[in-house]
């Protein structure tokens, strides 16, 4: 159990409520139907910044997408074959010409002399990069007109750029005939809102890859592209881009800036499209299902529920539907389950939750080794847990004493779990998994969570019924939770022998590969016995015990970058448990773009 308090009134009663059996929920729309991926409370403050900032925000995954390409994680590496990295440069060639162009084309169209002005100076920092291509190119002897045709790839974005620049919108009514100087400046806003995600894409790859500790050393054999795109100068422009964006759409209409958000888009899918055309002459270690064969692989996915699947923790919900649902006096009616009044459940809720969470911190200070351990030591860790595993187990029984679970409708669970806010991407990652009939996988969920029927409900709205969930179960008489919980994952010592016993039960001769995905202490042990094992969020205590004891918490991206500067044609790069190394990220974007690829 992690009895996280409930936030402020996550569910509200309807008028009439005494007279029926069912209450109404705050609206707990899946994240999973937005494409924000950003902390919630950053959400609210949309409204207050730029339409181009706002774009980028919204489109995080695309982001994500391009920095996990095996063509990005190669040449962050510095081990991409000069071969790939000279048909890039010979793509990139034609990009920045449409560029330069489309700055052109904008300029003519703006109808401001700042902006013109602007746009001016941005084409000019287009040719100079163009001339940074042109050394690298003189550097290496190469003929681009004879040895790298255009590709695919690259003729549909700078077609798509290009007929942008020229007023040939799709979707736009009377697309090319835009006259009138008002018009003309609209395509200029269109133009940019084609070329803004590209500079701020770039920007965002150079400051990702100059990040990385070994980016810096003048070895690296891509040190000038890094350098480029890292540089103050570079952010600059991007930020102008965006700038200039937001100036010129500031009188669009709605129906004109979602034009523009369309074209953001399509910019931005289509720029992920040209890094995974790009062609590789080596082995890479993304995405992890690459090469997957489900006739000899079986790929066993693991997954925690609260703050890893959820936006809020599920004992907070249950505590919520408890207190809502709980007579208001002692005129209960003589055919209904005597129950606590909704007044003293609420005052037995808040003891409860004081209690466990100040026990919680003694227990985590307990078992913490008086010294940072030089070397991973699973076994230590494992018999430390043992002791929070106690105290889950003491604060467990506390809860069923109290009774204060008693009287739950499970039609109110159902509901209460199929309005659920999850984490954006969460479900879509899951879907793509056991939907695909290309991978021979399962994905089994487990959960500390009081109710499994609140998890069950929470994915059946998403249509993923065919994931094992695994987690305690309440008791009921008839529809009625009776207050009791049967126990079946209430521990880190309970939830790595449930991931054994899967491991184990699954007696087939295909190569398994497993991953766990969780936030907690209570995943930690189940984290590291995982050929790969990914933490969500930022949990301080998961962090502190894990350091500890010797584990590390690698960043995705980062660690992904290590493997494959190691790797070398012909060896090994074997995901395997107890190696220590966690990877850390902060969105479900990430373990999509890694698993799964974009």
């Given at each position: 159990?992690?009895?996280?308090?409930?936030?402020?009134?996550p569910?509200?009663?309807?008028?009439?409520?005494?007279?029926?059996?069912?209450?109404s929920?705050?609206?707990f729309?899946?994240?999973?139907?937005s494409?924000i991926?950003i902390?919630m409370?950053?959400?609210?403050?949309?409204?207050?910044?730029?339409?181009?900032k706002?774009f980028?925000?919204?489109?995080?995954?695309?982001s994500?997408?391009?920095?996990?390409?095996?063509?990005?994680?190669?040449?962050a590496?510095?081990?991409?074959?000069?071969?790939?990295?000279?048909?890039?440069?010979?793509q990139?060639?034609?990009?920045?010409?449409?560029?330069?162009?489309?700055?052109?084309l904008?300029q003519?169209?703006?109808?401001?002399?700042?902006?013109?002005?602007?746009?001016?100076?941005?084409?000019k920092?287009?040719?100079?990069?163009?001339?940074?291509?042109d050394?690298?190119?003189?550097?290496?002897?190469?003929?681009?007109?004879?040895?790298?045709g255009?590709s695919?790839?690259?003729?549909?974005y700078?077609?798509?750029?290009?007929?942008?620049?020229s007023?040939k919108?799709?979707?736009?009514?009377s697309?090319?005939k835009?006259?009138?100087?008002?018009?003309?400046?609209?395509?200029?806003a269109?133009?940019?809102?084609?070329l803004?995600?590209c500079?701020?894409?770039?920007?965002?790859?150079?400051?990702?890859?100059?990040e990385?500790p070994?980016?810096?050393?003048?070895?690296?054999?891509?040190?000038?592209?890094?350098?480029?795109?890292?540089?103050d100068?570079?952010?600059?422009?991007?930020?102008?881009?965006?700038?200039?964006?937001d100036?010129?759409s500031?009188?669009?209409?709605?129906?004109?800036?979602?034009?523009i958000?369309?074209?953001?888009?399509?910019?931005?899918?289509l720029?992920?499209?040209?890094?995974?055309?790009?062609?590789?002459?080596?082995?890479?270690?993304?995405?992890?299902?690459?090469?997957?064969?489900?006739?000899?692989d079986h790929?066993?996915?693991?997954?925690?529920?609260?703050?890893?699947?959820?936006?809020?923790?599920s004992?907070?919900?249950?505590?919520?539907?408890?207190?809502?649902?709980?007579?208001?006096?002692?005129?209960?009616?003589?055919?209904?389950t005597?129950?606590?009044?909704?007044?003293?459940?609420r005052?037995?809720?808040?003891?409860?939750?004081?209690?466990?969470?100040?026990?919680?911190?003694?227990?985590?200070?307990?078992i913490?080794?008086?010294?940072?351990?030089?070397?991973?030591?699973?076994?230590?860790l494992?018999?430390?847990?043992?002791?929070?595993?106690k105290?889950?187990?003491?604060a467990?029984?506390r809860?069923?004493?109290?009774?204060?679970?008693k009287?739950?409708?499970?039609e109110d669970?159902?509901?209460?779990?199929e309005?659920?806010i999850?984490q954006?991407?969460?479900?879509d990652f899951?879907?793509?998994?056991l939907k695909?009939?290309?991978?021979?996988s399962?994905?089994?969920?487990?959960?500390?969570?009081?109710?499994?029927?609140?998890?069950r409900?929470a994915?059946?709205?998403?249509?993923?019924?065919?994931?094992?969930?695994h987690?305690?179960?309440?008791?009921?008489?008839?529809?009625?939770?009776?207050?009791?919980?049967?126990?079946?994952v209430?521990?880190?010592?309970?939830?790595?022998?449930?991931?054994?016993?899967?491991?184990?039960?699954?007696n087939?001769?295909k190569?398994?590969?497993?991953?766990?995905?969780?936030?907690?202490?209570g995943?930690?042990?189940?984290?590291?016995?995982?050929?790969v094992?990914?933490v969500v969020?930022?949990s301080?205590?998961?962090?502190r015990?894990?350091t500890?004891?010797?584990?590390s918490?690698?960043?995705?991206?980062?660690?992904?970058?290590?493997?494959?500067?190691?790797?070398n044609?012909?060896s090994?790069?074997?995901?395997k448990g107890?190696?220590?190394?966690?990877?850390?990220?902060?969105?479900?974007?990430?373990?999509?773009?890694?698993?799964?690829?974009?």
């Amino acid at each position: 159990m992690r009895m996280r308090w409930f936030l402020s009134n996550p569910i509200r009663t309807l008028p009439n409520s005494n007279k029926k059996r069912s209450i109404s929920f705050r609206t707990f729309r899946s994240r999973s139907s937005s494409r924000i991926q950003i902390p919630m409370a950053a959400i609210h403050n949309l409204s207050e910044i730029g339409l181009a900032k706002r774009f980028w925000i919204k489109f995080n995954r695309e982001s994500i997408c391009a920095l996990f390409t095996p063509f990005v994680i190669s040449l962050a590496s510095g081990n991409l074959k000069t071969d790939s990295f000279r048909h890039y440069i010979a793509q990139d060639v034609h990009f920045l010409r449409s560029f330069a162009k489309a700055y052109e084309l904008a300029q003519e169209c703006a109808d401001d002399d700042d902006d013109k002005l602007g746009l001016s100076q941005l084409r000019k920092e287009v040719l100079e990069e163009l001339k940074l291509h042109d050394s690298l190119v003189k550097e290496w002897g190469l003929d681009l007109a004879k040895e790298h045709g255009i590709s695919s790839a690259t003729v549909k974005y700078t077609d798509f750029l290009l007929a942008t620049a020229s007023g040939k919108i799709e979707g736009l009514k009377s697309s090319g005939k835009l006259a009138t100087p008002f018009e003309k400046t609209k395509i200029a806003a269109y133009t940019l809102g084609a070329l803004s995600p590209c500079m701020r894409l770039y920007a965002f790859l150079g400051e990702k890859i100059k990040e990385l500790p070994h980016s810096n050393e003048s070895t690296h054999p891509y040190s000038k592209w890094i350098d480029n795109y890292s540089s103050d100068g570079f952010q600059a422009s991007a930020l102008q881009t965006e700038d200039l964006l937001d100036k010129l759409s500031i009188s669009l209409t709605g129906e004109e800036l979602d034009v523009i958000e369309k074209l953001y888009y399509q910019a931005m899918k289509l720029e992920i499209d040209f890094f995974t055309a790009q062609p590789l002459f080596q082995p890479t270690i993304v995405p992890l299902t690459k090469g997957h064969n489900p006739e000899e692989d079986h790929l066993m996915i693991f997954s925690d529920f609260d703050l890893t699947c959820t936006v809020v923790d599920s004992s907070a919900i249950l505590a919520e539907i408890a207190i809502v649902t709980a007579p208001k006096s002692d005129n209960q009616p003589e055919d209904q389950t005597a129950r606590m009044l909704s007044s003293d459940l609420r005052n037995t809720w808040g003891l409860l939750s004081k209690q466990y969470t100040e026990e919680y911190e003694q227990c985590i200070e307990s078992i913490m080794p008086t010294d940072i351990l030089e070397n991973f030591d699973y076994k230590g860790l494992s018999t430390a847990l043992e002791q929070l595993s106690k105290f889950e187990n003491s604060a467990n029984n506390r809860v069923i004493e109290s009774r204060v679970l008693k009287g739950i409708n499970i039609e109110d669970i159902k509901r209460a779990g199929e309005r659920l806010i999850l984490q954006d991407g969460c479900t879509d990652f899951f879907k793509k998994v056991l939907k695909n009939e290309n991978l021979n996988s399962n994905v089994h969920v487990l959960s500390y969570c009081w109710c499994g029927d609140l998890i069950r409900s929470a994915f059946s709205t998403a249509d993923l019924n065919e994931m094992d969930v695994h987690a305690n179960e309440f008791c009921y008489e008839g529809s009625v939770s009776t207050g009791d919980i049967v126990k079946k994952v209430e521990s880190p010592i309970d939830k790595v022998q449930g991931f054994r016993n899967i491991l184990k039960s699954c007696n087939n001769d295909k190569k398994k590969l497993s991953i766990y995905i969780g936030d907690s202490v209570g995943d930690l042990l189940c984290l590291l016995e995982a050929d790969v094992g990914i933490v969500v969020g930022s949990s301080s205590s998961l962090r502190r015990i894990g350091t500890q004891f010797g584990v590390s918490f690698v960043p995705l991206f980062s660690g992904l970058v290590k493997k494959q500067k190691e790797h070398n044609e012909g060896s090994s790069y074997n995901w395997k448990g107890l190696s220590g190394i966690l990877y850390t990220v902060s969105s479900w974007a990430e373990v999509h773009a890694f698993i799964l690829g974009c």
